[in-house]
């Protein structure tokens, strides 16, 4: 019985590395379901203001909905707001998404 006490307790020290094996699992699987996704949002959307062209309907991240008019080499755009048409510059990187491809001219 008491044999049996002590073997326990040297096979309870174990491998250091194997104790430190939920920590690094733990740390993979916060990497795949929050870092991965967020990295994989980020290129979508640095794709999406790289590929804005005219005649795109737009949503800033303000809450405007315009067409793009015109696209200035400073990274602005001017987006034509209805329903006065009145025409306003934003940055870019202020469009939060693309309505679709094609305005109705």
């Known amino acids: 019985m008491a044999l049996n006490f002590f073997l ?3 096979g309870a020290q174990g491998n ?3 104790q430190m094996l939920p920590l690094l699992l733990l740390f993979a699987v916060f990497y795949l ?3 991965m ?3 994989r949002q980020k290129k979508n959307q640095k794709q ?3 590929g804005l ?3 795109n ?3 800033t991240s303000g809450g405007i909905v315009g ?3 015109a696209i200035e080499s400073d990274d602005t755009l001017v987006i034509r707001v209805k329903p006065d048409n009145v025409k306003i510059q934003v940055a870019r990187s202020a469009v939060s998404s693309v309505v679709s491809g094609e305005g109705k001219k």
Request: glycine share 4%.
């Open 67 to 69: 067409t793009i008019v």
């Open 16 to 18: 250091p590395y194997l």
């Open 37 to 39: 996704p967020m990295q």
């Open 57 to 59: 309907i737009v949503l």
């Open 8 to 10: 326990l307790q040297a």
């Open 33 to 35: 379901l929050i870092f």
């Open 48 to 50: 999406m203001l790289a």
């Open 53 to 55: 062209e005219n005649g």
